[in-house]
C-alpha cells in the first residue's frame, strides 16, 4: 500500500472498542453515549479484516480504544493476530490504560506481545482520579508489575497538561527511567468536543523540553518506534525520553499508518474526517476481493497531513471526533 505521496503504509492501529471504564478529562466527557452494539464489528470480522491488512502489507498492528482490554473476549483476537506474528506480522501491540493488566499481561506475553503504551499522567492518587475522573491508581500500578514480570517493555505516555502535571515531569522520568520503562510526552489535542476549553491546557513540549534541558542532560537518539516520537536519552538515568508534538511539529512527512474503528471505519489521518467504510465490502462477501479494492481506494485518498491548528478562539474541537473512537 503506497499513498499518493509515496509514503509506503505498514502500520495499522485497531480501535477495538469505543468504550472504557475511564472517563479521561482530555478524552471523553462524563456522560459520553458510545456506539450501539449493533453497530461494532464482531471480533471474528475484526481478525478478518487485520487479516486483510496484513496480506497487504501491513507490518505492526496497535490494538486500541477505548480501551481495548474491557472488551469481552478481547484475548481471543490478540491470539487470532499472534498467528500472523512471523507470517506477515512483525509486531503485535497495544496501548491500554492499564486497568486490566494485572488480569490479561501473562496471557498477552503468552501470544507474542512484546511491547506495550501504557497511558498514565501522573503518581498522585487523587491527581489521577482527578484526571481520569473514575481510574484507580494502585490498580494500574499492579498492572504495570505484572506486565514488567511478563517480560513485557512498557513505554509509558503521559499527556501534558499545563498547571496540572508539569510540576511532576521530573518525578515521572525518575519512577519509569529507574523501572526501565520508556517515557513519552504527548501534547494534548483538539478532538472531541469533551465540554471543557482544552487548550487552557495546552503546553507546547518545546518549552517541556527546554526546561527539562536545565536539570537533565539530554542526547538526541535517532531511536524510533515506527511512530511519531521523537527521542532523546538521559545521561543521568540511562532512559529513554520521547516527545509527540503534533501541535507544534508537522510530522505528517514519514506518515505510515492509517486507523481502523471498531465500526470498520478507516481514516487515513488522525487529523482529517476524511474516511472510508469498508464494513459494507466485509459483509459483502466472504472472499475479501471487494475488501480490498476499497482498501486500496481509500489509501488512494490518503491526505497529505493534518491540520490542528491552535486557536484561542475557537474553543470547539478541529476535530469532531472522540480520541477514544479514532484509537490513539
Ligand atoms: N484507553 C487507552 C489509553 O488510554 O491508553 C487507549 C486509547 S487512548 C484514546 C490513547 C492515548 O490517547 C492515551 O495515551 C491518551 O492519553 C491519549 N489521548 C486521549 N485524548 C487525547 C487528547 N485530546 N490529546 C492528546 N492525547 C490524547
Ligand atoms: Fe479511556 Fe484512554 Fe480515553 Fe482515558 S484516554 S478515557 S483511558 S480511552
Excluded at 477495538?16 to 462524563?30: L, Q
Excluded at 470480522?45 to 498492528?61: S, T
Excluded at 496497535?62 to 481471543?76: I, Q
Excluded at 481520569?132 to 513485557?152: F, H, P, S, Y
Aim: charged content about 25%.
Amino acid at each position: 500500500m503506497i499513498d499518493p505521496f509515496g509514503r509506503t503504509v505498514s502500520y495499522l492501529r485497531v480501535s477495538v472498542t469505543d468504550r472504557c471504564d475511564f472517563r479521561c478529562v482530555y478524552c471523553m466527557a462524563e456522560d459520553m453515549t458510545f456506539l450501539p452494539k449493533a453497530d461494532v464489528l464482531s471480533l471474528e470480522e475484526l481478525e478478518r479484516l487485520c487479516g486483510a491488512f496484513i496480506d497487504l502489507g501491513v507490518r505492526k498492528l496497535r490494538l486500541t480504544g477505548g480501551e481495548p482490554l474491557v472488551r469481552k473476549n478481547v484475548m481471543s483476537l490478540v491470539r487470532g493476530l499472534s498467528r500472523r506474528l512471523g507470517n506477515g506480522l512483525e509486531e503485535l501491540t497495544l496501548t491500554t490504560n492499564g486497568s486490566q493488566l494485572a488480569k490479561h499481561a501473562a496471557e498477552l506475553a503468552a501470544w507474542g506481545v512484546k511491547r506495550l503504551n501504557v497511558s498514565l499522567d501522573t503518581l498522585d492518587r487523587d491527581k489521577f482520579r482527578t484526571i481520569t475522573r473514575w481510574g484507580d491508581l494502585d490498580q494500574v500500578l499492579r498492572g504495570l508489575e505484572a506486565a514488567r514480570k511478563a517480560g513485557i517493555h512498557i513505554k509509558i505516555n503521559a499527556v501534558a497538561l499545563k498547571g496540572v502535571n508539569d510540576m511532576e515531569f521530573d518525578a515521572l522520568i525518575r519512577w519509569s527511567h529507574g523501572l526501565g520503562m520508556d517515557l513519552v510526552f504527548i501534547e494534548v489535542m483538539p478532538m472531541g468536543e469533551i465540554g471543557e476549553t482544552r487548550l487552557d491546557q495546552y503546553l507546547p513540549l518545546s518549552a517541556v523540553r527546554t526546561d527539562l534541558a536545565q536539570r537533565w542532560t539530554l542526547h538526541e537518539s535517532d531511536y524510533s518506534t515506527g511512530g511519531p516520537a521523537r527521542y532523546a536519552t538521559i545521561a543521568e538515568t540511562g532512559g529513554r525520553i520521547g516527545f509527540i508534538t503534533p501541535l507544534t511539529h508537522n510530522f505528517c512527512e514519514s506518515c505510515n499508518r492509517v486507523r481502523l474503528t471498531c465500526t470498520g471505519t478507516l481514516y487515513m489521518c488522525l487529523g482529517q474526517e476524511d474516511a472510508a467504510d469498508l464494513r459494507a465490502p466485509l459483509r459483502a462477501s466472504e472472499s475479501d476481493e471487494l475488501l480490498i479494492a476499497a482498501v486500496h481506494e481509500a489509501i488512494g485518498r490518503k491526505p497529505k497531513g493534518h491540520d490542528f491548528i491552535i486557536d484561542r478562539r475557537h474553543t470547539g474541537p478541529a476535530v469532531p471526533r472522540h480520541m477514544s473512537v479514532t484509537g490513539g
